[in-house]
């Protein structure tokens, strides 16, 4: 199997994949996500993965679904490959997933595995194969004052540095993932049409937190 595989477009990803349903996880493409696999079910989906072509769906439960064994899933979520892998040597490994594209839901499949498997489909989102623009219409400005009024509500810092090196969609990618938002917040971060959207709606929640909570609480 090639190493750093180049995934150009929906032709290049199977139909079906394990996924990892997460509530409250937010993967998003070319961002990445550490998980921590302790569950005898998700180790086996990663055993899998890393035996195969080490992608993985990030998916939530549906919004709402209460904690049963098999919840509905959300329709849309996000593929990631395995970048990195490391074993704990206490049964857990340690895994970092760089998202490559969304995904629609198509239907739930049956797999003689402990894990749950799906079709997809990606074509939907073929943009997020490409390569953004330098700033794909998002109000920097305006993001990083929400972000300073943010971080000035709860007492918090920032390398503000590398903020103002970091590329525009890995800025907006990175602080919706690291949101403290909840399931149903970060569900709609991760469907915002592109990244403008996106931007556009962390900037709304976040000075909607702020306004209903002047220490800007999660919301749930």
Not at 103 to 128: L, Q, S, W
Not at 162 to 186: A, F, H, Q
Request: net charge negative; hydrophobic share 40%.
């Amino acid at each position: 199997m090639a190493m750093n595989p180049s995934y150009t477009g929906p032709k290049d990803l199977p139909e079906v994949i394990p996924v990892f349903p997460l509530s409250g996880a937010l993967l998003l493409p070319r961002s990445e996500i550490p998980l921590n696999i302790f569950e005898p079910r998700y180790l086996a989906m990663v055993e899998q993965a890393l035996a195969g072509n080490r992608l993985i769906g990030m998916v939530q439960p549906e919004p709402g679904e209460g904690g049963g064994a098999q919840p509905d899933l959300a329709h849309v979520g996000c593929v990631g490959r395995i970048t990195a892998f490391q074993e704990t040597g206490d049964g857990r490994v340690l895994v970092t997933l760089t998202g490559i594209t969304r995904f629609n839901v198509v239907e739930e499949t049956t797999a003689d595995t402990p894990f749950r498997t799906c079709r997809i489909d990606t074509k939907p989102f073929a943009a997020d194969f490409l390569m953004p623009g330098e700033n794909e219409g998002v109000d920097r400005s305006r993001l990083i004052e929400t972000l300073e009024a943010y971080l000035e509500a709860n007492d918090l810092d920032a390398d503000w540095d590398d903020i103002d090196d970091m590329p525009s969609e890995l800025l907006v990618n990175l602080l919706s993932m690291m949101s403290p938002y909840g399931p149903r917040e970060k569900q709609a971060l991760l469907e915002a049409r592109d990244l403008r959207t996106r931007s556009e709606m962390l900037i709304a929640i976040t000075e909607r937190v702020l306004m209903d909570e002047p220490n800007g609480e999660t919301l749930q």
